[in-house]
């Protein structure tokens, strides 16, 4: 059974940075796409970035560009997203999840078939 567990959010002032954690339990997140969604209140989940397999490839939403970056720990069996230079937009609750076998990195919230319960990220201005 697959299960996924976000950790790292919390309350920031605009222009902080935060790291959120993902820990994946039943696969090994290096055999599979990974990648990590937001949802704001009022507003449709978007894709904010992805790792492939293995790590050889990344993919970012142009709104996080420059300042996002996505990772993989393979010891520790959990990827990681660095927020940096956070803006109040970014307030959202995030989500990581996990992707197909072999995948490379991609954007398409329908081709993800896990997903862990999120993580709040509020940033004041």
């Known amino acids: 059974q697959v299960q996924l567990v976000e950790s790292g959010g919390g309350l920031v002032q605009a222009g902080g940075s935060l790291r959120l954690s993902c820990a994946a339990s039943?696969?090994?997140?290096?055999?599979?796409?990974m990648g990590w969604f937001r949802q704001a209140p009022g507003k449709e989940r978007e894709f904010v970035a992805a790792?492939?397999?293995?790590?050889?490839?990344?993919l970012y939403a142009d709104s996080v560009k420059g300042r996002f970056t996505i990772s993989s720990d393979n010891a520790k069996n959990t990827v990681y997203l660095q927020i940096n230079s956070l803006k109040p937009e970014d307030t959202a609750l995030y989500y990581c999840?996990?992707?197909?076998?072999?995948?490379?990195?991609?954007?398409?919230?329908?081709?993800?078939?896990?997903w862990g319960p999120g993580t709040q990220v509020t940033v004041s201005s």
């Open positions: 999840a996990q992707g197909r076998f072999l995948s490379s990195a991609h954007s398409r919230t329908n081709e993800y078939d896990y």
């Open positions: 039943g696969r090994t997140v290096s055999r599979y796409a």
């Open positions: 790792i492939g397999w293995s790590g050889h490839t990344t």
